[in-house]
């Protein structure tokens, strides 16, 4: 299989769903495929990411209506981009010059306290189950981006070990990311199988709830599992002068002299589309090149850039998706 480099975490179809209700067409190929190709990205997983006005009602409903968009998307792209649901789905993606999208559940509110929804979302193409977002559901509570005044924090509930349960026996891949430390080291506990924080950075560099703690990623790294390096601005630096490439690099030298350098990935979870000013530490998707050289002028090598860029979570896919 050629060279493949995988996007672990980018919301992409919440902006996707939002144009398409005003009435466009070809968000993806119009507004982000050009990016993602001059990149080189072969596989974006997007989340399905549900925004505080839909829930709790209309999470279900909203969550369906993002993987129609995504399908109508298909449809329109003329062979430019598919769905990948497994292995041979990337491979093909690859060998072909396709963009491949993958689902993820970024909160498993559209699920409410339903576990039969799970084989549903499954048939549709949802291969990654992120638990939580920042907030509380059926399965466990979220953390906050920081300190907040609240009750007693909870970890996973009776629902979501079974949720954990289930998710391993469909050969769907658990998210801890935005999960509290309570619920993470439950996951830890019943798990059996790798686990992916999608778009997390190190707290011992920037301390937010956010970011994981050394105990935590060598427990991911335990599994046989990833961390996605997140380059959003707010869990890189707080300082804006280390908000850049550099400051990006040094969380993935903190987890490869921590663990190994095939721990880590990335998961930019790019959003300055939604903000109206600049926080990303990179750009875009299209700014791989600068990341990749700031990779190489930290010492890494073209076989552990490869690794960071896809191989590393390929690992994981071929492991656990069927």
Known sequence: MNKIIIDGHFDLLVDVYEKRRKGRKNVILEDHYFKFKEGGFNIIVSSLFIEEKYIPEMALKNALDQISSLYNEIEESKGKIMLCKNMKDIEY??????????????????????????????????????????????????????????????????????????????????????????????????????????HSNVRNIFYSMRNLTDEQIKAIAKTGGVIGINASGTFVSNNPKENNADGLVKHIDYISNLVGVEYVGIGFDFCDMFRDFHKDSLNGHHELNIFIETLEKHGYNEKEINMILGENFLRVYNKVLK
């Open 93 to 198: 993606a690859i060998e072909n010059n396709k963009l491949g999208i993958m689902l993820s559940f970024e909160g498993l509110e559209p699920i409410g306290n339903d576990i039969y929804l799970l084989k549903t979302f499954y048939e549709l193409g949802v291969r990654f189950a992120g638990l939580v977002w920042s907030r509380r559901n059926y399965i466990a509570d979220g953390c906050y981006f920081s300190e907040k005044e609240e009750g007693i924090k909870g970890g996973l509930t009776a629902f979501g070990v079974e949720v954990i349960k289930e998710i391993e026996k469909l050969h769907m891949i658990i998210d801890v990311s935005h999960l509290n430390d309570e619920g993470f080291w439950d996951v830890i506990k019943f798990s059996n199988t790798p686990i992916l924080a999608s």
